[in-house]
């Protein structure tokens, strides 16, 4: 499967951003999906995952309520809605697909897109 991360942009603290994921390949609703960030000079960190019916989704702690994953297995796109973005939350945002269930863990993924940058200024 590949993968495509878009909707990154620069926006002001506060303000909202939807990152898209969208996938090729017949089998993606079998896939989990998760999305992980990087900012600069940092490791990859977990942000949010779900599983291939969208039915289990699991967060990084710190960002529940601020950002909700989802997925349409018709349009082969996973969606990662940020509200209340922090210049904290600026990074290079990626998706993943895993044969697994929904984990943080980045080595339990088998495909990564592209990222897409997500700048929050001050």
């Known amino acids: 499967v590949q993968l495509q991360a878009s909707g990154g942009g620069l926006v002001q603290a506060g303000g909202s951003l939807r990152l898209s994921c969208a996938a090729s390949?017949?089998?993606?609703?079998?896939?989990?999906v998760g999305w992980f960030r990087q900012a600069p000079g940092k490791e990859r960190e977990f942000v949010a995952a779900i599983s291939w019916s969208g039915g289990t989704t699991r967060y990084e702690d710190s960002l529940k309520g601020r950002f909700t994953i989802s997925r349409d297995n018709a349009k082969n796109t996973v969606y990662l809605q940020m509200n209340n973005l922090k210049p904290e939350d600026t990074a290079v945002y990626y998706c993943a697909a895993s044969y697994s269930i929904p984990k943080p863990g980045p080595y339990e993924y088998n495909y990564w897109g592209q990222g897409t940058l997500v700048t929050v200024s001050s």
């Open positions: 390949g017949r089998t993606f609703s079998s896939y989990s």
